[in-house]
């Protein structure tokens, strides 16, 4: 990687203003960064900058003094290529990534299902159903006398009551 300087340093090593040294950089075509709040160039612009400069002190216009720079000196590097990644071995941590992310679902899904099983309630044996009957009529004769009973078992007055009403 080129060492960058920040443009208002070259400005003022090769002694012109910031405002030239950038309308200057950009006719040379050298690549500008904005790095922290300023513009960065890469180290040696000066040099290129104050070439610059005295062709213009001598009378060329900054357009035609900057195809003589560009001309005459070797160009800057404008942008170096990113290094080559190796995908294969990206690809590879990501199968084991998503291997790992397979087994922890297959584990929670388990872990889920003996959770379910706990919050269930407990199956209630079924109750049996018992129809409603209605009580036994006492006996009537319960609780009574020899006599007494004779005459129930004679009259019947259960069967009196019936036609009594």
């Known amino acids: 990687m080129s060492v960058k300087i920040s443009l208002i340093e070259a400005a003022a090593k090769a002694g012109v203003t910031r ?11 050298i690549e500008v960064e904005k790095k922290e709040g300023s513009l960065t160039v890469p180290s040696g612009t000066e040099n290129l ?5 005295r062709a213009v002190k001598n009378g060329a216009s900054p357009s035609i003094a900057a195809l003589e720079v ?5 160009p800057l ?7 080559q990644v190796d995908y294969s071995q990206r690809f590879e941590g990501i199968e084991k990534v998503l291997f790992a992310l397979v087994e922890e679902i ?23 159903v018992i129809p409603w009957k209605p009580e036994p ?8 006398g020899f006599f007494e009973r004779i005459w129930v078992q004679i009259v019947e007055p259960q069967k009196l009551r019936q036609f009594d009403s």
Do not use: S
């Open 106 to 128: 297959k584990t929670l899904k388990c872990e889920n299902r003996a959770l379910r099983i706990q919050l269930i309630p407990p199956e209630k044996p079924a109750m049996p």
């Open 70 to 74: 560009k001309n005459t000196f070797v």
């Open 77 to 83: 590097p404008v942008k170096q290529e990113p290094p």
């Open 137 to 144: 009529p006492a006996d009537p004769l319960e609780g009574l």
């Open 19 to 29: 405002d030239k040294a950038r309308y200057w950089v950009r006719l040379l075509g």
């Open 49 to 53: 900058l104050e070439v610059m400069a």
